[in-house]
């Protein structure tokens, strides 16, 4: 979003340097009459001494918006007329001042006018009037002789030796007749120079610095109260309230802005990719974003660098943990086995064929048909003697013999402990017999802290600022006292001060020091690198189901093959029998290492003051005559009228540039999810 300090400073100073350049001819009459008694010259100047006692400050709209409604919502950049003072309306939609004060009038969110409506002077002859726009009007006719235009209206001839002002310039009384004309630097009041300031000349009581106030010359050619740049606007740039810093970078969602040239946040570029932080773009990615790895996800932390992985219990899918099942497993559903698909849902049905039956997410054949239906072979796992020889299960020779693939352990199969095979560090398929859940699963999870840096942006730049002193001699030996200065700041125009160097003059100035205002840097801590997450990454198969025969507090189970060991699970925390190994298993773990904050400050400048620049437009731009240590006479062309200061600064090669002042410091660890613990103890 733009803001319209700029306009608003140009406006004022338009109408500064219209009061300035405006100067009517005013006729001196070779003869004149004789004047007697004196002309209340403060009178006629009472309307311009005091802006209030006109109708000049109307709210006649504001420029994109309507009326003057401080609590309205409003278009931001838009400007109106709250008085005499200008307003903006800022990132909020809200109407707030910017500091400036117009000296004569306010009329569609801009300054106006050369005076102050309802006051009066003369134009030679001719009466004139200040308009409601701040215009002088010629008032009724020119004043016939022998009567002369007396503060504004037409009199008898004036008394020798009085005074009135026409525009900004003192008339003196001669022979009856208002002629000696002499240009006051400031203002002219009741007949005579005064003020100290410009009308319509704006400075700050702390240039580019947060807290500091605008001030605005009235038509009386004395400051305005300061007014405080806070809120949406809290900065003071060439005299007006802003919003920020020319050249801060701030971050606005996921999109950086950049401060402009006349104190206005600028258009949101996009960090694409990656993460707005300090005012930047960092890291390889969006902060919040997601994505898998292969069963696990990952999370973009605020430093758009991917965090650890955090692995899902069934598929990662589009960035986050789906599925009721892992990919892979069997169940039944009726007499059909079901199967879990790449995406960890349960496939379609297929059908066991008679006389097969599912079980254990499997079709197998019964042969226990009845008493008189023996089979050949025993089955393991069934609590059946499938051969009638009186055994069931591992209590028969065939599955616990020699040559057997049963045995009877006395791991624990209580409620709540599941018979599994247990690949600690790899993850094959699973082992015959053991198509229950499969579960991948870690142990031993370590990392090392991360390595940090930190990122120093600047968010506000130094500068130097000095007091310049100078004076004005009549000789080139420029000896005497040398007692006028301004605050001047590197890079800062100082509008409208209303000095006036005369090209007959000879000039001299002096710095009185010059000193480093410091600016602002943010520091962004970085993880420079971040040692990866090492665990042994293993699998549990559950038991589809276990035989009897065994005695009590023993169960019958396969015997599996070297690449495993039999075990017993059981969700969370537990204490396993003697004679077995305890393991602590998880389904994820949580990494919080990062790096703590930083801090970066500016660079010392090694400011010097040598001079100050003169120039004759209100912007410090084009012509200019620079007073040095040395004296000399000023070399603009024409009057030598000047509207604009600006301070000659070295800074001895330094720079602006931020260094980092307090390191960053690694943070966090990595931690097993102790929600998703997992107790297993297996065989020796």
């Given at each position: 979003m733009r803001y319209a300090p700029l306009a608003v400073a140009l406006a004022l100073w338009g109408a500064a340097c219209t009061t300035l350049l405006q100067l009517p001819d005013v006729p001196i009459p070779a003869d004149a009459g004789s004047e007697t008694g004196s002309i209340d010259a403060a009178a006629s100047e009472t309307a311009a001494g005091d802006a209030s006692d006109a109708e000049t400050g109307n709210n006649d709209g504001a420029i994109g918006d309507g009326g003057v409604d401080g609590g309205a919502e409003c278009s931001p950049g838009a400007t109106q007329c709250d008085g005499l003072e200008l307003q903006t309306c800022v990132a909020t939609e809200t109407w707030q001042s910017t500091g400036?004060?117009?000296?004569?009038?306010?009329?569609?969110?801009?300054?106006?006018?050369?005076?102050?409506?309802?006051?009066?002077?003369?134009?030679?002859?001719?009466?004139?009037?200040?308009?409601?726009?701040?215009?002088?009007?010629?008032?009724?006719?020119?004043?016939?002789?022998?009567?002369?235009c007396t503060s504004g209206a037409c009199a008898s001839p004036c008394a020798t030796g009085a005074t009135q002002c026409s525009n900004n310039i003192v008339q003196t009384c001669t022979a009856g007749q208002w002629g000696s004309p002499m240009q006051c630097a400031f203002v002219c009041t009741a007949g005579s120079c005064g003020g100290v300031c410009t009308p319509g000349a704006m400075q700050c009581t702390e240039d580019g610095g947060t807290g500091g106030s605008a001030q605005s010359c009235g038509a009386n050619g004395t400051w305005d109260t300061p007014v405080a740049c806070t809120g949406g606007l809290p900065f003071c740039l060439g005299g007006a309230c802003v919003a920020c810093t020319p050249g801060a970078v701030q971050c606005s969602g996921n999109g950086i802005q950049a401060c402009d040239p006349a104190g206005g946040w600028g258009s949101v570029t996009a960090c694409t990719g990656q993460t707005c932080f300090g005012g930047a773009c960092v890291g390889t990615c969006m902060s919040g974003a997601t994505r898998c790895a292969g069963n696990s996800v990952e999370t973009c932390d605020a430093m758009g660098n991917w965090g650890s992985p955090s692995a899902c219990q069934n598929v990662c899918t589009a960035g986050s943990c789906a599925g009721s099942c892992t990919p892979g497993a069997t169940t039944c559903s009726g007499n059909a086995v079901e199967t879990c698909d790449s995406t960890g849902n349960w496939g379609s049905a297929t059908a066991c064929t008679p006389p097969q039956t599912c079980a254990n997410g499997a079709c197998s054949t019964n042969l226990d048909a009845g008493a008189d239906a023996c089979g050949p072979v025993e089955i393991c796992d069934n609590g059946i003697d499938d051969n009638c020889d009186g055994k069931i299960d591992c209590a028969d020779p065939e599955c616990s013999g020699d040559g057997g693939q049963w045995a009877c352990t006395a791991l624990p199969a209580t409620p709540g402990w599941t018979i599994a095979a247990y690949e600690p560090s790899a993850r094959p398929a699973c082992p015959t017999n053991f198509s229950g859940a499969q579960d991948q699963v870690i142990s031993g999870v370590t990392a090392g802290p991360d390595s940090c840096g930190c990122n120093c942006f600047n968010t506000k730049a130094a500068t130097c600022r000095g007091t310049w002193e100078w004076a004005e001699f009549s000789t080139d030996s420029c000896s005497g006292a040398i007692t006028s200065g301004l605050p001047l700041t590197q890079g800062g125009c100082l509008s409208n001060p209303g000095d006036n160097l005369a090209q007959a003059s000879w000039w001299k100035g002096a710095a009185t020091g010059a000193t480093t205002?410091?600016?602002?840097?943010?520091?962004?801590?970085?993880?420079?690198?971040?040692?990866?997450?090492?665990?042994?990454?293993?699998?549990?198969?559950?038991?589809?189901?276990?035989?009897?025969?065994?005695?009590?507090?023993?169960?019958?189970?396969?015997?599996?093959?070297?690449?495993?060991?039999?075990?017993?699970?059981?969700?969370?925390?537990?204490?396993?029998?003697?004679?077995?190994?305890?393991?602590?298993?998880?389904?994820?773990?949580?990494?919080?290492?990062?790096?703590?904050?930083?801090?970066?400050?500016?660079?010392?400048?090694?400011?010097?003051?040598t001079g100050a620049e003169f120039f004759t437009s209100a912007s410090c731009t084009g012509s200019a005559c620079e007073i040095s240590g040395s004296c000399a006479k000023c070399a603009l062309p024409g009057t030598g009228d000047t509207s604009s200061i600006q301070g000659v600064f070295t800074n001895n090669g330094k720079t602006t540039s931020c260094s980092v002042t307090t390191g960053a410091q690694p943070t966090g660890t990595v931690t097993p999810n102790a929600s998703s613990e997992i107790t297993i103890c297996c065989q020796p």
């Open positions: 400036a004060v117009c000296p004569y009038a306010c009329t569609a969110g801009g300054c106006v006018g050369t005076c102050v409506p309802g006051s009066m002077q003369c134009s030679g002859a001719q009466p004139q009037t200040c308009d409601g726009t701040g215009t002088w009007q010629s008032s009724g006719s020119a004043c016939a002789s022998p009567n002369v205002v410091a600016g602002t840097c943010s520091g962004v801590s970085a993880v420079a690198n971040k040692p990866a997450v090492t665990a042994s990454q293993g699998e549990t198969c559950s038991l589809t189901q276990a035989g009897g025969g065994c005695a009590a507090g023993f169960v019958c189970a396969p015997i599996v093959t070297s690449d495993f060991q039999l075990c017993s699970t059981y969700p969370g925390a537990a204490t396993c029998p003697m004679g077995t190994t305890r393991t602590s298993l998880y389904t994820g773990y949580t990494d919080t290492r990062s790096c703590g904050s930083c801090a970066c400050g500016t660079e010392d400048l090694g400011c010097v003051l």
